[in-house]
């Protein structure tokens, strides 16, 4: 292992999307019979790769080398024939097809007459999960198979179509301990049989009990490639988070106040566990964690969007019980939902009146609202929050995702909310913006508004946050001060293994 | 999760439950605990006539409740069959007026070419221009109305101007079915064939079930959906020549309506309306159930006001049967995610 030819070999690959740089320069190699492992943070570029090596997308430059040509996929099929299978961490089977028939659609064996022959196709698959020492019935609807075993069908498929090369993108995110085990198993035979694997995890115990080889990544851009019994666990985030915090951030100082929220036991089953958080008047709180650890759950439960299964949520001093988002509003809550255009906004509707949206009840008299004092409030804060549109009367798709998100702060700044909770406020928004945005987050907390903010982010929330909760599958995994707070600590926290598994 | 290797017994009964769990077992035993309930009060409902009156009736709307399945199963709907089904009826009075001496196979041929025609349009629209099918399909509901009514104006032929034998079709019978109704079991059971045993036709229940991963997966999603409408057409031009074969007259008016009762046949057939799953099969009972029901409330004398009530009744419980099953799934999927 190691000295053979590598059969996949990427390098100096570039991908933009119109201005946004999501992979700048990519880079690595495939040997037939290893495991190699990809890691990063959230947004250094691993999915964009993965989706090029997929042929998902097409880089806009670089070499792309499999089986000694040089290839540029037009499409998933063309990746695919050339022996790439991309095994997704949400596979897509078709619900309503059987479990023998989602491995072989569109090449179902034949029996009599050119008919399709169940048996011979059920026979096929279960000779295929012997070999990959399984047993599932292939009769069964995929509806309602557990994620896991709808990753295997997956690698039973890719196994069907001779693939030599498997790219797992993180695929025990949502596996069980013992599911992990069976996945490795597999993924470990396949090894011997001189596949090459590509494994994303953020799990860094999984990535050192199985991989051969570790490439990091950070910003888009390729770090470093390491034997993984050469390295370490602190070698390796120390590579992941490397970079200064500049001073993009700029916070300001502000007087911390009474307890807004106090959240205590908080538990949703099989979304979070025990969350334990507290923000007070003039506090930054930042929630941090990787994409998937359960943060958002927790947001939406705090908010009243989604139902809770124990625990408390006190508000201002008082409890809130199944309260709806319309309450927690007038009680003085706001939520700044993390998918803008899909939540926060109403893209079609004028700038103006999303400005205005939360402040219905306050502008109107006698149940209608004055034209003009829409106007008025909608030019006052957009002013304010520097929106950059020359006229409020155009519909909000036409903004950019920056100043999209400056509208949905308007909304909210405009009713006073006593705390206001942020979902990844800045994902998706130019480096110049961003700052404004973080600008406008610090005053709002000097006004006396609590902030609750998720991030992913590393530099935004050590730059932003007076206090750090970092989650873990589902869990808070520490608590962290602002002085306390290092990239290290927090990633470390992030990746950690919740106490369940 | 992994079911362990089974001992023969649970295989038994696994594979009951698998028949159990057919999505076409609702509506079988609701048409048959329909006729032992209607045979029971009146038993003249089983008279051999009445039960000849019970299957012609059937005959059509199972035929296009065959290509309404087809598409829909693909997430998508044909709302334009009552009109196309009209234009062919009414260019088959037009061909035996003015070729009576044409040969009765080239006028099948030429209703089932009239509504591929116009099938084709729909799939053209659908697939190709790639605009939602419900609104296509009322559109085209429209537009050949319009076209059939420009065309009839207050036309109408009738059964007399029409050769004996083609008639006849729909009055003798061979072992007691109608030879009309042999038809629509032919094409019942090569659609059903097609649909559960060839590759394109698995790829239906694929696009139906997520159309994106469909893309994905190199399925020629454009293609099948074309072939979907296209079928649906042809076999509305089909029911057009035994429309005509079967009633009295045809004219602008012919199959008016009729596609709200077919849509309600498949669905009550257990074919779910969002695509992905059901059988032609399913939809012919679902055909047969709503037929029959209104000939058994007349039957057993319930108010005419009330049959149609009992028809929206059947529509709502077929649908949430389908809605609570799902719910069922997702809790139980739900379930095993959280345990992990």
Known sequence: MGSSAPVLSLQGARKTFGAVVALDNGQIDLIPGEIHALVGENGAG????????????????????????????????????????????????????????NIFVGRQPKGALGLISRKLMNQATNELFAKLGISMSPDRRADGLSIADQQIIEIAKAISLDAEILVMDEPTAALSGAEVERLFTVARSLRDQGVAILFISHRFDEIFSLTDRITVMRDGSYVSTHKTKETSETQIIKEMVGRDISALFPKLEAAIGEKVLEVSGLSSLGKFNNIDIQVSAGEIVSLAGLVGAGRTEVARAIFGIDPIDSGSITFLGKELRKHTPTQSISEGMGFVPEDRRKQGLVLELPIRRNVTLTLIKKLASFGLIPPKREREAAETWTKKLQVKSENLGRSASTLSG????????????????????????TRGIDVGTKAEVHRLLSSLAQEGVGVLMISSELPEVLGMADRIYVMSEGRITQELSRSEASAEKVMAAATAKGVKA | MNSKPASSLERVKESVMRILRTREIPVATAFVVLVAVTAFVNPRFLAPQSVKDLMLNATIIAILAAGQSIVIISRNVDLSVGSMLG???????????????????????????????LGAANGFLVAIIKVPSLVITLGTLYVFRGINNAWAGGTEYFSGQRPKEFGDLSVETIYGLPIITIMALVVIVSMGIFLSRARSGRDYYAIGSDPAAAELFGIPVAKRVFFAFVLSGALAGLAG?????????????????????????????????????GTVIGASIGALLLTTITSSLTAVQVDKFWQQAVVGVLIISAIVIDRVSALRAARKRKGERSNV
């Open chain 2, 87 to 117: 234009i062919s009826g009414f260019a088959v009075g037009t061909l035996f007026v003015a070729f009576p001496e044409i040969p009765i196979p080239l006028v099948f041929v030429s209703g089932i070419v009239i509504g591929a025609v």
């Open chain 1, 46 to 101: 691993k999915s964009t790769l993965v989706k090029i090596l997929a042929g998902v997308h097409s880089p806009d430059k670089g070499e792309f080398v499999v089986k000694g040509a040089p290839v540029s996929f037009k499409g998933v099929a063309e990746s695919k024939a050339a022996g790439i299978s991309v095994i997704y961490q949400e596979p897509t089977l078709f619900p309503d097809l059987t479990v023998s028939e």
């Open chain 2, 241 to 277: 020549v035994l429309w005509a074969s079967r009633f009295s007259s045809v004219g602008a008016r012919t199959g008016l309506g009729v596609e709200l009762d077919v849509v309600a046949a498949v669905v009550v057939g257990g074919v779910a309306i969002f695509g992905g799953s």
């Open chain 1, 402 to 425: 920056g100043n999209q998100q400056k509208v949905v702060l308007a909304k909210w700044m405009a009713v006073k909310p006593r705390l206001l909770i942020v979902d990844e406020p």
